[in-house]
């Protein structure tokens, strides 16, 4: 990514972010190391579901950047209502921040029930309300995004999309997680295909040491899966968040992936 | 497929079947090519939105073949009352029907609206809906069909996708279709992997000469991609449905795929 004029060494120039899922896991890591690059006037916007580790993550992000506005709102993605909210936060806060580099990070995500199988699944309400969380609502937030952002002389966007292993390969247990996370893949292919002049990346973190690694281990129905999961954990081969974060911010820093590419941490 | 026996040539033994997206277009033609091979006290089960054609094809088919009952429900799969019609019409049926052979075809889809691009895919209830349709109904359909039918020692049980390339390459102007059928195919890769005693194929039928061919040469919104739908009509290259239709049909005869396998009109 260009540096803005006067930027100090690894500070990116001013940049209007919204991160989703910010406040725990990949997410938070990712915020914590994203803050410090944001150049003077840059404004964050953080949304997740849990208000109050939400807030703490914003009072601290505003300590750890110089002239870094930080805006969090806590609302539930997956329902009507929290998406809403969302939208709104958008449409509020992008047209004020720094019109030159827009950076939109889909990390929100959840597993869904693991610890039923395919014909478990039989209930349309858990599925719809599964993929509307994982795949509505990162379309209606980017597409709002990018709308509300506008396309603008010299600016460049970059719209991230947090995808998994699980989007290329199927796993026993994870029928919607492998699902929705494919399907959101091939949603961010299309965008790419469609905006050539928008950076688009589908960054697949690893096995991240995260409270979903602890429910996959713990209650994936599948028992050799849970048993794989454990394996990682007990060889340490689990990722530290930041660890994968920094990956993904040297990926944005070099800026060379093409356009609409699933990137994996352990190809880089 | 193994034969029933005293089945005549090309007649496989009676088959418990249901088929989605039956009134017309690749369904009904499947349909047809189906009806005539099942053997003696087969059922047949059709869904479809339009209540006349389905009747229709319905008495087509029970006049084409003896011994087979062909039962018929008119509902919109996408929506909460008419998935709950299909599903129940899956549990009264499918007990009655021969024990030795379950047979299921996704093939209901619809391309949502291809004349907007991603940026203007900004309406939660359209995604929810297009969502709802595409990839709940197959996934609530096949999990209810398989756990009605049961596992018995001796019987088959094969699962088809109506899938598409666009599962596994992004198209402009269809990020709706392209991310639902990649969520389909790899939801029943994972079926494939959880269940290895059931046959599953994600079959990608080619482009059709179908109502939905003629969405896609006439409202496809990227110009590129439009004039790109109307050269395959100009230049003949669309696929009569029953061409398409028999070439899945000798896959299911043969059965020597690998389950979970996408196989295109253009492989075989």
Known sequence: MERGPGAGAGRWGPVSCVLTGAS??????????????????????????????????????????AGLRVECVAADLGCEQGLRQATAALREVL?????????????AGSLGDISKSFLDLTDPDEINSYFAFNVTSALCLTSTALQTFGKRPGSSRTVVNISSLCALKPFKSWALYCSGKASRD?????????????????????????????????????PEMRQQFQSLQESRKLIDCTVSAQKLVNLLEEDTFPSGAHVDFYDI
Chains 1, 2 share one sequence.
């Open 24 to 65: 725990r896991g990949f997410g938070r890591s990712l915020a914590r190391l994203l803050a410090p690059r944001f150049g003077e006037g840059s404004v964050l916007l953080l949304l997740a579901r849990s208000a109050a580790p939400l807030a703490d993550l914003a009072a601290e992000l505003r300590g750890s950047a």
């Open 95 to 107: 047209p004020s921040g720094p019109p030159g580099r827009l950076l939109l990070i889909n990390n």
């Open 186 to 222: 091939m949603m961010f292919q299309v965008l790419a295909l469609e905006e050539p002049d928008i950076r688009v990346l589908n960054y697949a973190p690893g096995p991240l040491d995260t409270d979903m690694q602890l429910l996959a281990r713990t209650k994936t129905g599948d």
